[in-house]
């Protein structure tokens, strides 16, 4: 089980999520970092375990508002030795060169981005995104984006997100049952786990389950997920 540290943009800051109410969203002031700078961040999570995934959402380019992207595109450069999962709203080629030239930078497709079936089709074909992750945006019980690719597991890559934003921040643990739902439409690929994780009981029964990585951030914030559990995870 590996432990993927989430980083939600906002004005070039680091936001703490919940419930997927992003007007809600506000600069992190936590136990393990007081300072919201995604640098400061990042590397305080560096200072507790040596990740070497970490998620980026770029929330202001998701949301249709002006892109934190050479902010990320010098985090990368930064951290060479770190790979940097990236979902900011993609929906067309033209949102995928900027970054195109840092190689430790991986696009995260999100489905609440995407429009049509057709859109994702077309992406898919484009050689920039080899290798991407597709993330199944959902909240409110409700699929995010074209609903038309939840229904077609064989254009799916081998990684997903099962991203349940409702989930998020909150106290009631992953949406196993979707994540289950998802390993069982199509054989070989990750689930990964987005939203919900409280503590390292969470991700042992995930592990159980079969996933492999979890996006975590309030978890870490709090302390609740210690150096000792995450240690232990790997």
């Not at 196993?176 to 919900?196: C, K, N, P």
């Amino acid at each position: 089980m590996r432990v993927i540290p989430v980083l939600d943009l906002v004005d070039g800051l680091v936001v703490l999520a919940s419930g997927g109410k992003r007007d809600s969203y506000r600069p992190i002031d936590t136990p393990l970092c007081p300072d919201p700078s995604p640098a400061r961040v990042l590397q305080s999570m560096l200072e507790i375990f040596p990740f070497d995934i970490f998620y980026i959402a770029d929330l202001d380019a998701i949301e249709g508002r002006l892109s934190n992207a050479n902010l990320v595109v010098s985090l990368a450069q930064t951290h060479r030795d770190i790979e940097f999962w990236f979902d900011a709203g993609f929906g067309d080629r033209k949102d995928l060169i900027h970054y195109a030239k840092s190689s430790n930078i991986r696009f995260v497709i999100g489905s609440e981005s995407l429009h049509s079936l057709q859109a994702y089709s077309v992406l898919c074909r484009d050689p920039l995104l080899r290798g991407h992750i597709l993330s199944l945006d959902r909240k409110d019980g409700l699929e995010l984006g074209s609903s038309d690719i939840i229904n077609e597991p064989h254009l799916w890559p081998d990684t997903v997100i099962s991203m349940d934003l409702t989930q998020v921040g909150q106290a009631g643990g992953p949406n196993l049952a979707r994540i289950r739902e998802l390993s069982a439409t199509r054989e070989s690929i990750d689930v990964v786990a987005a939203g919900g994780v409280r503590d390292i009981r969470d991700l042992i029964q995930l592990n159980a389950n079969g996933v492999k990585y979890a996006l975590v951030a309030t978890a870490l914030h709090s302390g609740k997920l210690s150096q000792l559990d995450l240690a232990r995870l790997r």
